[in-house]
Every structure is written in C-alpha cells, then in structure tokens.
C-alpha cells in the first residue's frame, strides 16, 4: 500500500458522510464517541484532552481556513512530521480515554470499542488486535498502536493498518 492509499484510506474514515469534505462537526464527534464508549463525563480530563487536541488538528488541516478539510488539504498535510506534532497527541489523548484502568494498554473489548467509536470496520479487529500485541499477553501497549498508525499513515507499511482500513476502500 503506497502512502496516498493509505491517507485516501484514513480520509474516507473521516469524511463519515462520505461528501468529500472533513467537516470540524465530524472530526469533533471522534471524541465524543469515543468518551461515550468509554463512559466518561463530558468534562472528564481526559476527555477536554483528547477534544482540546482534536481542535487544534482539524484547525491545521484546514489550510484555507475555509471550514472544510478536503482530501487535498488532508494529504498535503499528512505525514511523518504532522504525525508526531499532531496526531500522535490526538491518537494518544483518545487512547487514554478508552483506557479505563489506565494501565497504558488496552485488552480486546476495549481496543474494540476504540477503533469502533472512530469508525474504523471492526470485522478484522482480532487480526488487528493480535498483529498489535506481539507478546501475546492479551493487551495491546500504547506506544505499538500509536507506531503502528504511524507507519501506516507514512506509507511504512503496517500489519494493522492493513487489517484495519483495508475495508475501506
Ligand atoms: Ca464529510
Ligand atoms: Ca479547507
Ligand atoms: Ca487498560
């Protein structure tokens, strides 16, 4: 999978409605969702974290400052640099608020409700979950997810990626 795959991959799971543009309304609701799956309070910590993030990303995305994020604007963005100044902190905040023990690592029902309240197909999720976990203890440690996506979205190549967006097409 060549790296404009794999943002046309991660663009149309966040153009929810599918019209061609990330709206801030659908980026928003990301981690909404995901402090609903997770049963926190709307004013949780963790949650303004991960909203406070995914604020300051979508404001950057927008180049043109136009209201919209196009997938132009998106893959013009996307990569190496912008992950780790970026995303990393929302992929991280959103984590943490799906981490309800907060251990730093997610078990299965957990990764599951993560990648199902991003709108990511959850029909591969145990291939996912098992290429993630690579000493088979059942839990899936944050830094692997956050690399794993990484690699993904630079074009590197990843085992989850694959199994995770590949029905996205
Ligand atoms: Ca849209
Ligand atoms: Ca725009
Ligand atoms: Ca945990």
Redesign the pocket.
Known sequence: MDDTTAKRLVFAML?????????RE?YAARAERVALAAGRAEDDPLVVTARTAGRRAWELMDANGDGGVTFDEYAAWAGAEAFDTVCEPVLGALFDVIDTDGDGTLDLPEFTKLRAALGNPVGNIETAFDALDSDGDGRVRRADYIASIRAHITGEGSPMGKALYAEHV
């Open positions: 153009d929810a409605d599918g019209d061609g543009v990330i709206s659908e």
